[in-house]
């Protein structure tokens, strides 16, 4: 057992709890904690103790063992703890047990688990109507199942860790009422999923590049310093939690909309992941994948493992990902950035998003990564089809292109443009369809045979 030396405040103390199975090295064990302590520091709560325990497996009981159980009493008498923050979820059945050998009349200790105190930040940052509805989603899915004593009386006056949220708004703890909430709340963020999926038929030509990243790695700071988004950017974890899109150009006449994206962490609630769906839609439905990461942290390899896993629960493992590595200014081990160079090759950049150091950079190999599938084709179109020409001009990137004549099946020479264009794979078969149309033109030249210059131009300007 730990203890950590604390003067009493107006926040909340806790008591965190961990155990450290075979399945998990010491390093991530105590990286677990690490990040637990500092979860809990933004819940509004000072650790004054941590007690671990190693086991071959976690107490289906109790978590811990019998002994540490004792020992986790103790602990909380002695520093008059308000609540025992746990690493993993608990059951119900777990919950029962260790309120059982903890709490007294005396001691009205609250239990709050990993998931329910991520929830609990969460109802903290939710600013939008669709961020509460979402986090009021995951809360109440995760209290259903948890109906036990510490949760039957969640009144308006009650706060504090693992009180906000559905207790703050006189939600009734009854399963039956839970239920009933539960199905409004589907209903309402159904309604903006649909809305989300309009807006994004709507820009179904642009490309679209999404950040993704551990929470806390600077996703929002580099938002604001690629674009005019003024997202909230503070040092602390899951600072923003609305998906935010603005429109961004990375080389002129190369429109790309950025979306930055709620951040991921290890152990990321399941109910948190169904109820920000239609937040991760933009994740899941981008054409690039901007990786954020931290190169300060202790742990960033971890945390890029972690959010590999995330996306592939999401289904987006497969995209095209580059590979950010943020605060590069703030490194004081420079050799890392060597191995990671050599590590990494050029699916890799090292920026500063708050210096704007290597944006450049970042903004080259997006645009690499953004046009590695591109096709291109040359195609012929009547300087009659003014509408066709202004789409293609729209959806695609020119490369090149001449006013000449051409021929079409009935011998007929008529001015057409000849046009050399790159487009994307989510516009390169719609504009493929649109062209067909025009592929009995057969290219004759910019003078056709047998029109003398004085001609032709006397026959370009009677067709104008």
Known sequence: MTDRPTTRTTRETAVLVGVSTPDITTEEFAEGLEELELLTDTAGA????????????????TYIGKGKVEELEDTVKRHGADLVVFDDDLTPVQIRNIEKAISSQDNNVKLV???G???DIF????RSSQSKAQVELAQLQYLRSRLTRAWTHLERQKGGIGMRGPGETQIETDRRLIGKRIAVLKDQLDRI??????????RADQTRVALVGYTNAGKSTLMNALSDAEVLAEDRLFATLDATTRQVFFAPNKPILLSDTVGFIRKLPHALVESFKSTLDETREADVLLHVVDATHEYFEDHIAVVRE??????AEDKPTLLVFNKVDALEERGLLTALRAEHGDNAVFVSALRGIGLDTLREKTLELVESDYSER????????AKALAHLHRTAEILDESVGYASGDDGVTKPVMRIHYRASPKNAPELARMLLHFDYLTWQGETPPGLA???ETASGDSMA
């Open 193 to 202: 999923d649909r809305q989300r999926t309009t807006q994004r038929k709507g």
């Open 113 to 115: 688990d990993r998931s």
């Open 46 to 61: 000072d650790t004054v103790a941590i007690v671990t325990q190693n086991l071959p497996r976690i107490k289906t009981t």
């Open 310 to 315: 995330t996306l592939k629960e999401l289904g």
């Open 123 to 126: 109802a903290r940052r939710a």
């Open 453 to 455: 210059p004085e001609a």
């Open 117 to 119: 105190l991520i929830l």
């Open 378 to 385: 040359t195609a012929l179109l009547p300087m009659t089809e």
